[in-house]
């Protein structure tokens, strides 16, 4: 083989590297857009019934010790986000939670008990299946949520939108 074919096909191979580059982070962003509105869309039609299983495993879970889970209050504000590492998309979902004390507990004297508790409840879109450990975040909000964990989660495009925030009725 001559020299100028050998450099022609390095020539070549340095040109489809760089068009690779050049095209790759623009086709990888519709890629996962496209992706993140299937999943947005795939919540809001689950969502009832995801929020009774949060509901059932949370109030399984046995947390806050002394407490029995009376009620989750779903609110509209949904926020998503993008675990860093792992990649794995989550919803931060507004939610009031009631509880009561068990008798015979050691909240049972507790006058703050009655009180209602807002939390981010949150959802993980795994295999293209939503689900839930019924882990809630209390005291925040879910954009409060995603912004004290911000080192492990990145807020997510939905449907080509900078926000990453989602009001759902």
């Not at 869309?41 to 949370?58: C, G, T, V």
């Not at 109030?59 to 002394?66: E, L, N, V, Y």
């Not at 989550?90 to 939390?119: K, L, Q, W």
């Amino acid at each position: 083989m001559e020299w100028h074919s050998i450099a022609a096909l390095g020539a070549a191979m340095a040109i489809f590297a760089c068009l690779t580059t050049v095209l790759w982070n623009p086709v990888r962003r519709r890629v996962q857009t496209a992706h993140n509105r299937r999943a947005v869309q795939s919540f809001r039609l689950q969502r009832e019934k995801l929020e009774a299983k949060f509901f059932d495993i949370a109030s399984a879970i046995g947390k806050p010790r002394g407490l029995r889970w009376l009620d989750c209050d779903w609110q509209h504000a949904v926020t998503f986000g993008r675990d860093r590492e792992t990649g794995l998309l989550t919803a931060f979902v507004a939610v009031n939670i009631s509880f009561e004390a068990i008798e015979g507990g050691d909240m049972e004297d507790v006058a703050a008990v009655s009180t209602v508790r807002d939390a981010a409840a949150l959802f993980h879109y795994r295999n293209g299946t939503w689900g839930t450990g019924g882990r809630a975040l209390f005291n925040m909000s879910p954009g409060e949520a995603l912004a004290k964990l911000e080192n492990q989660y990145e807020p997510v495009r939905i449907g080509g939108e900078a926000g990453a925030r989602v009001n759902q009725s």
